[in-house]
């Protein structure tokens, strides 16, 4: 049986997952940050170009 967990609806007991702490992070912000400035942009691009345009 895993330690790291109390139970349901409880906080983790053990070390944190080592994703969850870097996804806390501050770079790791500044990266969401940038890539969402990138792609919204580039989304909206593509849905707006004519379909002989789009090669998905």
């Not at 895993?2 to 994703?19: C, L």
């Amino acid at each position: 049986m895993s330690t790291e967990h109390g139970g349901p609806g409880s906080p983790p007991v053990g070390p944190m997952d080592p994703w969850v702490t870097a996804q806390q992070s501050p770079e790791f912000a500044q990266l969401r940050k940038k890539l969402g400035a990138f792609i919204f942009p580039m989304t909206a691009f593509w849905c707006s170009a004519p379909p002989a345009c789009r090669t998905s």
